[in-house]
């Protein structure tokens, strides 16, 4: 008898692994995504070498995890908890700082030097890199120059150095003390050498005390929509000074005061994955427009840069401009020129003539991206500038001898060969076709 109390939990246990195997196949309950990153591994085949070394129960480890019914919820629930009782972000990119402050960790990584470490192992060896990187910019400067195109270098802010009295003690603590910052090195050789540069990384820092707006917002980690249109009529100015161009003003309409955050400055909280909205303090997300437009230029301008240039692209900044195209990590080929929608161009067909028909190229990049500099804008530009249009099967080779000039890349290669019984050559081959794909996608 005493075996029947056992009957209904063994049943709802039951019920509850069945209903959650029939979701993660089905996904018959909606679910919210989880929003981040998620690096997806590779689909493996079973058959007796994947399955003698591993490679096979580690994929479906990693599929189980990822397509267990009601993920989402119970995450967001672990998560929930975590913040309300004990203050805790289950997101390890993700740091609180004082007053609620929320900060990215490779932001944080930045001041602590273990980014420098990550990239080159000793500051003598990040400063030969940034030195070499500035003869190959003003290499770059004579090549653009020779096409009739000006440059500029914008350093874009980080929060971390901005925001510094809300960090945490730790991280004070490590500006306190003399530290080698790669921005701040960079901004001193860019002035050696005479590189046309905007300085928005000690602006923001100068000018947190005069706004009446926040810089940085508590949940976000880029610029605040606040800020836009100071840094829109900025980037105008300093265009102007570098070119000789005329460009417009910015005039604000309505400051428009809200609780309703863009997802970037709300995008700190949205990677907490929390079930409830946590309290957000009104901002701006000011309306305004280009004023001041009569007789000015319309030069075509090509943007390289990192996510900062996002809502900065969003804005009516384009629309000083002819020609538009942001060329996002020098990878995802974005141009403006067809029914004012931002499009996915191909690399093959476009590249250069977005190259060529640019009369300004601007970077725009914030610390820690700064470890990566202009992520190999430079050589293919001097490739296009060289080759000039490219067929699909003249840009693979150029990849191909890309990374055979990468020595680190290239010793990866052959490695990869003999695993995959290739030749090297024909492993050579792969890895172009995939990274240029990729770069599509």
Avoid at 147 to 172: C, G, I, M, R, W
């Amino acid at each position: 008898m005493k075996q029947r109390h056992f009957i209904i939990p063994f049943l709802c246990l039951m019920l509850l692994m069945t209903a959650s195997l029939v979701q993660g196949f089905t996904h018959w309950i909606p679910a919210k995504s989880l929003s981040g990153f998620y690096d997806a591994k590779s689909r493996v085949k079973l058959n007796r070498d994947t399955w003698m070394d591993g490679s096979f129960q580690e994929y479906l480890t990693d599929y189980a995890r990822v397509h267990t019914g009601f993920r989402e919820f119970l995450i967001r629930s672990y998560n929930q908890l975590c913040y309300w009782c004990f203050d805790k972000i289950s997101n390890d990119n993700v740091v609180c700082g004082k007053n609620k402050e929320l900060y990215m960790t490779m932001y944080l990584d930045d001041i602590s030097g273990k980014r420098v470490k990550e990239f080159f192992e000793t500051e003598e060896r990040a400063k030969a890199v940034a030195r070499d990187n500035v003869k190959e910019t003003l290499r770059l400067i004579d090549t653009l120059h020779q096409h009739h195109t000006d440059f500029l270098f914008v350093f874009a802010p980080s929060k971390v150095y901005t925001d510094q009295e809300n960090l945490p003690n730790a991280y004070q603590n490590c500006l306190k003390q003399p530290h080698f910052i790669l921005s701040e090195y960079y901004i001193e050789l860019f002035k050696e050498a005479g590189i046309p540069y905007l300085d928005l990384f000690h602006c923001f820092r100068d000018i947190k005390d005069t706004v009446s707006y926040p810089l940085y917002t508590r949940y976000g980690s880029h610029w605040s929509e606040a800020s836009i249109p100071f840094v829109v009529d900025t980037l105008f100015r300093a265009l102007e000074v570098v070119t000789g161009y005329s460009l417009p003003s910015i005039e604000v309409i309505d400051e428009n005061i809200t609780t309703d955050y863009s997802n970037q400055d709300g995008e700190l909280e949205a990677l907490m994955n929390l079930y409830f909205p946590v309290e957000k303090p009104p901002v701006g997300r000011p309306v305004f427009r280009l004023t001041d437009t009569v007789g000015k230029d319309h030069p075509n301008l090509l943007v390289v840069g990192d996510s900062y240039f996002i809502q900065v692209k969003r804005s009516c900044f384009n629309d000083a401009f002819h020609y538009c195209d942001y060329w996002r990590y020098n990878e995802n080929l974005l141009t403006l020129r067809e029914n004012l929608n931002w499009k996915k161009v191909d690399y093959y067909a476009e590249a250069y003539q977005m190259l060529e028909d640019a009369d300004i190229v601007m970077a725009i990049v914030t610390s820690p991206y700064i470890y990566e500099y202009l992520w190999g804008f430079e050589q293919r530009a001097f490739n296009l500038f060289a080759h000039g249009p490219l067929n699909e099967e003249e840009t693979i080779l150029l990849k191909m001898e890309e990374i055979k000039s990468n020595p680190e890349w290239y010793e990866a290669i052959v490695k990869q060969a003999a695993e995959r019984n290739l030749s090297v050559e024909d492993n050579l081959r792969d890895n172009a076709i995939y990274v240029l794909n990729s770069h599509k996608q």
